[in-house]
């Protein structure tokens, strides 16, 4: 943008130059004939056009105006008016919609004149003809002559020819007469795409689920850190002799204590039949629903920690049935059997995700080309029975 701009500004300074030189010109030659245009000639009968900002007449050749628009112009501003003066913006009437016509065009119409809209729609059916005959192209995309003429005749404004094939309207005439093959291929899809939403289903409950988790193994970590910690006040009233320990750890210096449990769940090994039943019990329900740790919960979590065996699953609640699925090694301590899971599962189940939305665009897209293929042969075959 910088380099473009630089361009610019030189490109001025040496129009600024050029206008100076051509305002210290002579108006008239030795002759006294009137001199005109920026190479300073007089009329010698040459197309010329005039500037609407400096009244200054310019020869087409010098001004890079090539003779054929010489109908076309509505407004002409010179280089001068224009990026120096900056007295306006030349403007072009619009062009005769057949290409070998440089006329402007006649009203609201595209053409100069009827006659060369007869000739330029005859140029397209005339293409459409040859089009018909070609074997490269997919009969379902193309379009006769016939047919085109009845499409002109039922159409009464531009704006109606532009609208036409925005949409493509349902075939509503009579049933809908689709190919064994076409049936066969639009079952494939459906079934694809049920078993492809059914994946997609599993994968976000599974990334749902694993977001609780992560409430639950943080909470958990919290509530183990905050009642284990030497420095902590609840420590120090549970461990009333706890005063020299707190001074050994205040003398070593060492690092600041967290208990961060590595809270792996095997149910995350489980296949998608097994996690559909999965999801049905107290276990996934529990998880799923989960927000806060009670007070009891608590207690029950740092003597389960403290002392994991024996202990009574049946009087301690439904949390601590589900504390004794989860990994409670310490990862600060490195669990080695789930080293990062956490991390692989999420990253796992997002790449799943995308490659299952992507697969399941694609046979969408699919499906609505062939449904868009279906409609159009029925709409050709009842437009040609009329």
Excluded at 52 to 81: P, R, S, T
């Amino acid at each position: 943008m910088t380099e473009h701009n630089a361009v610019n500004r030189k490109y001025l300074q040496v129009l600024e130059k050029e206008y100076e030189a051509y305002q210290k010109s002579p108006k008239f030659s030795l002759n006294s004939e009137e001199l005109f245009c920026v190479c300073r000639k007089p009329d010698h009968g040459e197309l010329m056009v005039a500037c609407d900002g400096c009244d200054e007449w310019y020869h087409f050749k010098c001004v890079g105006i090539e003779k054929k628009y010489k109908d076309l112009v509505n407004n002409y501003y010179c280089q001068f008016c224009d990026l120096l003066l900056h007295r306006g913006k030349s403007v072009w009437k619009r062009k005769c919609k057949l290409d070998s016509c440089y006329k402007p065009i006649a009203g609201q119409s595209q053409f100069c004149s009827a006659e060369h809209g007869k000739i330029y729609w005859n140029i397209i059916l005339h293409k459409f003809e040859e089009t018909n005959h070609s074997s490269e192209v997919d009969i379902a995309e193309v379009v006769n002559r016939q047919q085109v003429e009845n499409l002109l005749q039922h159409v009464q404004s531009r704006n109606q020819l532009n609208e036409i094939g925005n949409e493509l309207p349902l075939f509503d005439k009579e049933q809908l007469k689709v190919t064994g093959s076409q049936f066969s291929e639009l079952n494939a899809n459906k079934e694809k795409l049920r078993m492809l939403e059914e994946n997609i289903n599993i994968l976000r409950s599974k990334y749902q689920y694993l977001m609780k988790l992560q409430n639950v193994i943080t909470q958990v970590s919290d509530i183990l850190t905050t009642s284990l910690d030497p420095n902590s006040i609840q420590y120090n009233a549970e461990n009333p002799d706890g005063n020299t320990a707190i001074k050994q750890h205040r003398k070593s210096k060492s690092r600041k204590f967290k208990v961060d449990i590595c809270g792996f769940d095997e149910n995350l090994l489980l296949n998608d039949s097994q996690w559909l039943e999965f999801c049905g019990t107290e276990h996934y329900n529990l998880i799923s629903s989960f927000t806060v740790c009670s007070e009891l919960d608590r207690e029950l979590i740092v003597q389960y920690y403290k002392s994991p065996e024996p202990f009574d699953d049946e009087s301690s609640g439904t949390f601590m049935s589900l504390l004794r699925k989860l990994c409670l090694s310490d990862k600060g301590k490195k669990c080695h059997l789930h080293g990062g899971w956490f991390t692989i599962y999420k990253y796992g189940i997002d790449l799943k995700l995308k490659e299952k939305e992507q697969e399941k665009n694609e046979i969408i897209e699919l499906n609505e080309k062939l449904i868009k293929m279906i409609q159009i042969k029925n709409w050709r075959l009842y437009c040609d029975d009329l």
